[in-house]
């Protein structure tokens, strides 16, 4: 097998030793000395093991002088021409940040290899993780591991004399899920639908000849959520093949082969624990709606005071949820809609709070920029981060305006504060899917710092759709399906009935907030209307509802089965009008605010029985001064704060105030 130019270095372990049989590990006579590699090349991730040449006496041998670092150089057509550090900050004595730049080694990879058989070969040894069947875990003084494969033959046992297998097997971690056996602790097995999980969806749309199981097998879990941000868009051709009729496989195998492949979204049709039996419910008459246009400079000068205090935070929320922004207006609001700003602090304030967020974000930049060489070597989880940011900016809204071309600063702001924000909240990182959410932000802002602090904000909202184990995303797919049930229980019925009732056809709709749904314009008006927080909570669910709502008819007339079902949800971006879904959304909530028998279970996702005891707490005859504005110092210590929480995720720490955004 040739070379392949897609290449990277996952893990490196220098210092490792084949023995033939690990029943005579302490024999040295017996040991091949090499460096073991975790690599991906062309998107299959590879073990591999290669024998040092000339090896002297093993147990002299330390470290192997190689360069072991898995950062490698963009390719020609991703890397923007334009250095980092031409860049330059918005704060002048800040600029010194922008000065550090570490040119990425590239690195060849290793000579293909067949695996090796159990013999003193010097040949590489390498295998597929999808050819895995399991992993026996073993130690005495050291640890060593031997792989099972799929066709029962046994690589020679590796041990680590110089630790680095525990490092290792978290590393696989990422690419397979390694469960114990319940037979014998120290077999861990392999789960194949896991390492068939995920594939760089940018990968996954150049292929349409192989099945789904060898669609989901390529990328690590960080690109999992990024290619469930497209699953839409290759599912179909996955089920079908390239030439194949509709309905090629029967609706329930295909069901059952979508439900093995994502198990992290296994979702029991029936109700969570806690939530009620829904039977029929008379809803009444749904009202009509109809929007008003955007707030306009006038409008927003007249709200502000002398002191530049907003007079009625209320009645602004309600104006911009009723018709949205005009777009001079977004990059001052924006920070007041996502918490960066306090409604009732006073200009001065503000200024305050602009200073001292901006040192705290440049010194969060200066952790990554001053990282050097050496230091990222052994620093595996940042290399990944950066890699994976690397890839996602050269192919995020390229072609807008703000991001096309090469060497464009708009990529350089968006890959810095991405980059910063794994500072911020290291724990997760970075993950894909979440460039999308940062691109709007920093398009609107045209300035780094503040598009940091609206960035973050908005992902303290958003941060269990990016966790690992996806219980953010779990959680809205059965409320989804809870208001589905109530709205419509016929086309629930039809859905079920076409082993649809999962509702993975909506992932991507949650992921990233309809963000590929509509046009760029579209998503800033959508996202600014439910940064108010109104008319409830979980109101984009209801923006799901509408739009099934009015594709419904035609996916039961046409009798679609599940194959169909995902191509036509997908065949609807960029055809959806923001301003009706918008009308039809907020039709549904107010139809279910009125209706009397409403069940307890939807009340609670849309917050309802909230909105209830907090208008008993506020109306109760008395009259209320306006608050006072903020003074500079009340501004800082309400202001959102770097400080970590008791789980280790880096999160917001700020009171009341700060959530006034979000609460209708």
């Not at 009723?322 to 996502?338: P, T």
């Not at 989880?381 to 050269?394: A, G, P, Q, T």
């Not at 009125?594 to 208008?615: T, V």
Request: glycine share 6%; aromatic share 10%; proline share 5%.
């Amino acid at each position: 097998m040739a070379a392949s130019e897609g290449f990277q270095v996952l893990f490196e372990q220098d210092g490792v030793f084949m023995h033939g049989d690990a029943e005579r590990s302490g024999e040295q006579d017996g040991f091949i000395s090499g460096s073991l590699r975790l690599m991906d090349k062309d998107g299959d991730v590879l073990v591999e093991f290669k024998a040092v040449e000339d090896a002297v006496d093993p147990s002299s041998i330390l470290c192997p002088g190689k360069d072991s670092s898995s950062v490698v150089e963009w390719k020609c057509n991703e890397r923007p021409s334009r250095p980092l550090e031409s860049q330059l900050s918005c704060e002048t004595e800040w600029d010194m940040v922008n000065a550090v730049y570490f040119r990425k080694k590239s690195s060849t990879p290793a000579d293909d290899g067949l695996p090796l058989p159990p013999d003193r070969s010097r040949r590489p040894l390498s295998f597929s993780v999808m050819d895995l069947m399991s992993v026996k875990v073993r130690k005495e003084g050291w640890m060593y591991l031997i792989f099972i494969l799929k066709n029962d033959s046994t690589i020679p046992a590796l041990h680590f004399h110089h630790g680095g297998g525990e490092a290792f097997l978290d590393c696989l971690r990422r690419h397979v899920l390694l469960s114990e056996s319940v037979f014998d602790h120290s077999c861990l097995m392999v789960s194949r639908p896991n390492s068939a999980l995920s594939q760089s969806f940018e990968n996954l749309l150049d292929d349409t000849t192989f099945g789904l199981i060898q669609k989901f097998r390529k990328d690590p879990y960080t690109t999992t959520l990024g290619g469930f941000s497209k699953v839409t868009n290759y599912l179909f051709d996955a089920f079908r093949g390239p030439d194949a009729e509709p309905q090629e496989r029967p609706p329930d195998e295909v069901a059952d082969m979508l439900t093995e492949a994502i198990p992290g979204l296994d979702i029991n049709q029936q109700e969570e624990p806690g939530f009620e039996v829904i039977t029929r419910v008379d809803l009444g008459e749904r009202p009509e709606v109809q929007r008003s246009e955007p707030v306009t400079q006038e409008e927003w000068e007249a709200s502000v005071d002398s002191e530049g205090r907003i007079r009625d935070p209320q009645h602004l929320k309600n104006r911009i949820f009723r018709g949205g922004l005009c777009h001079s207006l977004r990059r001052e609001v924006w920070k007041f809609l996502l918490g960066f700003y306090p409604w009732s602090s006073t200009q001065e304030a503000r200024r305050v709070l602009h200073r001292s967020k901006t040192d705290e974000y440049f010194r969060m930049k200066l952790q990554w920029k001053s990282v050097s060489e050496e230091q990222e070597k052994r620093n595996s989880r940042l290399r990944d981060y950066r890699s994976l940011i690397e890839k996602d900016v050269n192919r995020t809204d390229r072609t807008n305006s703000f991001y096309e071309g090469e060497g464009n600063p708009g990529l350089i702001l968006l890959h810095d504060v991405l980059m910063t924000y794994c500072m911020y909240d290291f724990d997760l990182g970075y993950v894909q899917g979440m460039s999308d959410l940062l691109s709007p932000i920093l398009y609107v802002m045209e300035n780094e710092v503040d598009a940091f602090w609206c960035f973050t904000s908005f992902m303290d909202e958003m941060h269990k759709n990016f966790e690992e184990q996806m219980q953010g995303m779990k959680t809205q797919l059965i409320q989804l399906g809870t208001l589905l049930r109530l709205l419509d229980r016929t086309f629930w019925n039809y859905l079920e009935s076409q082993d649809s009732g999962y509702l993975y056809f909506c992932f991507r709709w949650l992921l990233i907030r309809f963000k590929r749904e509509l046009t760029f314009l579209d998503v800033l008006r959508l996202w600014e209307v439910m940064w108010t927080g109104l008319p409830c909570q979980n109101f984009h669910l209801l923006m799901c509802c509408a739009i099934l709502d009015s594709e419904k008819q035609k996916i039961m007339d046409e009798r679609y089965g599940f194959n169909e079902i995902l191509k036509h949800v997908n065949e609807l971006a960029m055809k959806l009008h923001v301003e009706e879904i918008l009308c039809q959304a907020e039709a549904l909530c107010l139809q279910l605010k009125n209706c009397k028998d409403l069940p307890s279970s939807i009340a609670e996702i849309l917050g309802f029985s909230c909105e209830a005891s907090a208008a008993v707490e506020v109306d109760d005859g008395k009259e209320r001064d306006s608050p006072e504005p903020f003074s500079p110092s009340q501004v800082l210590q309400s202001a959102p704060s770097f400080s970590p929480s008791r789980n280790g995720h880096i999160r917001n720490g700020a009171p009341d105030l700060y959530k006034l955004a979000y609460i209708s």
